[in-house]
């Protein structure tokens, strides 16, 4: 299967990805899972399923503030109490700009659309935790319709959180007051594709294997392949600055934006006349990583390249990450950079690697990946060869490529398991990152010293100034697990900001990174920021409490 | 002499450069200015010199606003009147931050500090226009000293223009209100250079030549090579988004910064602890090109590089220039990009080639010039040869080499004799680039018509999506010079408009640009940006009227 055939995903409400890929956990894991005392929680977390579905639907309320309703038209719609569902007002706008065959009340359609796949997220979901449902799910069709509904919102008293792949991780879809959704599924055109400039429009909808599959057509690529590649969509890609597995090849999702579209509440804004400019500030970056506080961006102008005809993924060894590091330091910054070039830690490597042979006998050691869109390049496997590294062949390589979009599964079963489980991710220039690397480690260490974990580590994302760090941390899970990971979370957050380093590589701020970043940015940035989102949102109708939070002003 | 070693420039108002490095025009251009109807002005330029300085200092007017004072210990003050020079208790607050030896109130200073270099600016100069005067110049030796003038100007009823290079070409020193010029001459030093991360960190009064001399010292080059690079600032790189000629291998300066210090009137802003982030907004790239509309850009962060230890420059000719378009497009697409990559139309290349032999004999043909900083890259070359280009060698890029930084130069014997000379660039997507052309070319002429012009056009800055488009415009003065120049630019601005491109690729906005970038953002981006300054510079006190006009709220 290659990745343009991947179907769509995120079909389970809770539970990653397609179920028609799910995964059970190796047998080797869960011995290990028992040497970090994890042990398979009761009841289990599957309890909600006895209702029908995981979050079981709240009765309705009596004396609720609006008439909330199920008719209209609408299809399917289920009877919601004050608190649940929409007025017969807001029902008679929505479905009047997008038709009320466009408008789900039913209680399944909103649950599908609760929350992202963090892993508070999902053990919310677990203990049918209801908060954070939307009241409605709309189904634009076209950016005048996004436009019209964002118009007329705050006269509706609708606040409206944007929504195509769900795959958010830090809290982007769980805004601080009640609100509708409006899912850009529709939205899934390529525009157009200029051949010449190598461009092509794509509407935010379009989900990341439907965008290659679009563009592979006219045999080019976009290059952008996240970890949540199946689910996860244009809009979201540029709303919160995603950055691929082939960054190294392609750049960051930011950096193939070319131009933009947004509506916002008072109207939209079209950006981008060429592929830079000295026009004043860069105003594309203002929009790209707003999270949706701003508006909904509905469609983008982005580079494009020719399809590779033949890709390369092989697996290198070094001694030790230090020497690791030096080696894939020197190709971002002298190159020939590789499309993917990834370096795991001792500890990653250990763990992932069922058979330790594969680095070539003796112990230690730890793995690299480097890929290849296009022919292999000689010159680059011999800066690493001059590094230290040790080539292993395309074996690591094509097993890595194969589970390349797997790790999310993974955390379904594990959590399962009793498992605690969870990623995340900084980056900051070369020299920090060793000092950024062991002080996140201990925090994560310290702050679940009564569940000792295992954190693993591995850079995806270089730049010629600097790297990503990215951390995955399993544990057992105490009684509370959700107070237990968000404690590790804010050790792990304040040993970022204490190394200088930035609190989101590509996972972005949402409501989870929201407190660190205010503090990263400064209270005058942060002011700035929440002037133009007065400026375009007047009436906070757009994410509230999504990225900004409320602030005053300063004196 | 490298690089390096280039003197400090711009040492005499109105007339560009150092004067050690004037030029004559050769005897050929003469002759071709004879064909284009030129005709020596009288009277001559340079009447206003007969009183000792270009523009005459007006005299004291009675019964102004302010005391003006030439007191209070500021160096060799000059008694100024009303409307000239600051008041007494101006002077006592700059001096109590700054040094009463910091404060300059002479004329010489002051004219020295008025305008930049556009053609309209040195008109004006020779014209003794003593217009957009600063009322004083300070000399500000830190940050803090920056940011407590910016804390204290609106108290103070200041107006403040940042002022290093003095080299805007767009109007970007000439506010619409009276003010003082913050001269960051003194905040000249390399902070720190991180070798591992390879960053230096540098001050915002470092001139080009300095910078690289200071990191020549220990082996790196910053490799931004602007035209302006002499005389031109990194505060000014950066506030303007500046892009050199080596753009091709180095990049865009805005691409170079990693991070950055702003002081506003409202305080402080650090920006930048990571390559890349996706901490929200790209926070960076709203102050980059704010041309110190929301403060002033005190030190950067920049990426630096190891010097190269060779250079190679050489010609190659295409027949025409849409044959030598597709080459460029083609190395800007596919690779291997070199350092230096520039394409000359016709017109350009048969004025600029006193010889035209050197393009191998035959009539017509393009001139493109292709450089690389360390080791010659032969596949570069296989592209062009497989593009149509044919070899030169290294005569046609040693000769522009050498005359890289003449261009502007040849402006002011030009304007002696009578010829109105100007350049404007903008910037679109490749399938428009052809389209662009002809229509500024189209609108020049026509706008022109009673004084034909040459209009000269090459590419110099190219992108994978698209390039920049630089005009050069010669012809014939008419009796208002001024009035004819901003009739042409007007015409060029439209069909930019026209032509969906932006109205700047590296020169910026200014003021003279601030009708069209209005237009090209759209009004609702211009109100949030107008938010932003609003948050940063309630009181307008920085760069009144560059870059933002005042406008009203949207309804």
Redesign the interface.
């Known amino acids: 299967m290659t990745e343009s055939d991947l179907p769509v995903a995120n079909l389970t409400p809770g539970r990653w990805g397609n179920p028609a890929q799910s995964v059970e956990l190796p047998a080797a894991a869960r011995d290990a899972l028992k040497h970090l005392g994890v042990r398979r929680p009761t009841p289990p977390a599957e309890a909600g399923e006895e209702s029908g579905h995981p979050g079981a639907e709240p009765a309705p309320e009596a004396g609720g503030a609006g008439s909330a309703v199920g008719a209209g038209g609408a299809r399917s719609a289920a009877a919601g109490g004050a608190g649940l569902g929409v007025t017969a007002g807001q029902l008679e706008f929505l479905s009047s700009v997008v038709g009320s065959q466009h408008v789900a009340l039913e209680w399944e359609a909103r649950w599908g659309h609760t929350r992202g796949y963090s892993t508070t997220d999902l053990l919310r979901f677990r203990a049918g935790d209801t908060d954070d449902v939307p009241d409605a799910v709309v189904y634009p069709g076209t950016h005048d319709e996004v436009q019209a509904i964002l118009a007329g919102a705050a006269e509706h008293d609708l606040a409206v959180v944007p929504y195509a792949g769900g795959t958010s991780v830090v809290g982007g879809l769980a805004p601080t007051r009640r609100f509708i959704t409006l899912d850009l599924r529709r939205l899934d055109q390529l525009e157009e594709l200029?051949e010449?400039?190598?461009?092509a429009t794509l509407q935010a909808g379009v989900r990341g294997p439907v965008a290659e599959a679009l563009l592979a057509e006219r045999g080019y690529t976009l290059g952008h392949f996240p970890q949540s590649y199946e689910g996860a969509s244009i809009g979201g890609y540029a709303a919160?600055?995603?950055?691929g597995q082939s960054s190294a090849g392609y750049g960051?999702f930011?950096q193939m934006v070319?131009a933009l579209t947004i509506a916002?509440p008072?109207?939209?804004?079209?950006?981008g006349?060429?592929?830079?400019?000295?026009?004043?500030?860069?105003?594309r970056?203002?929009?790209?990583?707003?999270?949706g506080a701003f508006g909904i961006i509905t469609s983008v102008v982005v580079?494009i390249?020719?399809r590779p005809t033949e890709r390369h993924f092989e697996g290198w060894r070094f001694d030790d990450f230090d020497s690791g590091l030096t080696a894939v330091?020197r190709l971002a910054?002298?190159g020939p950079l590789p499309t993917v070039l990834r370096l795991s830690d001792e500890v990653e490597t250990a763990v992932n690697l069922a058979d330790p042979d594969v680095l070539g006998g003796g112990s230690g050691g730890v793995l690299a990946i480097i890929g290849f869109d296009g022919p292999y390049n000689q010159a680059t496997a011999d800066v690493l060869t001059a590094s230290g590294g040790t080539n292993l062949g395309e074996g690591p390589g094509e097993t890595w490529r194969l589970g390349r979009y797997r790790a999310p599964y993974l955390r379904d079963p594990l959590l399962d398991e009793g498992a605690l489980v969870e990623t995340l991710e900084?980056?900051?220039?070369?020299?920090?990152v060793p000092a950024l690397k062991a002080a996140v480690t201990q925090a994560l260490v310290d702050a679940l010293s009564t569940t000792p974990p295992l954190v693993l580590c591995h850079i995806s994302?270089v730049?010629?100034?600097?790297?990503?760090l990215y951390f995955t941390v399993i544990c057992a899970q105490t009684d509370d697990p959700i107070t237990q990971w968000r404690t590790a979370k804010a050790a792990a957050n304040k040993a970022i900001a204490e190394a200088?380093?930035?609190?989101?590589?590509?996972?972005?701020?949402g409501t989870d990174?929201r407190a660190a970043?205010t503090a990263?940015?400064?209270p005058?940035?942060l002011?700035?920021?929440?002037?133009?989102k007065?400026?375009?949102d007047p009436h906070n109708v757009m994410n509230p409490g999504i990225?900004l939070p409320e602030i005053q002003r300063?004196s």
């Open positions: 200029d010449i400039s190598r461009t919160a600055r995603s950055s960051r930011d070319v916002t008072r109207g939209t804004i079209q950006l006349r060429a592929p830079m400019s000295a026009a004043g500030p860069d105003l970056q203002l929009i790209l990583g707003s999270e580079r390249r020719p330091r910054q002298d900084t980056a900051t220039f070369w020299s920090r994302h730049y010629e100034t600097g790297a990503s200088g380093a930035t609190i989101s590589h590509h996972h972005g701020i990174h970043y990263e940015i400064g005058l940035a002011e700035a920021l929440h002037a133009v007065q400026t375009l990225l300063l």
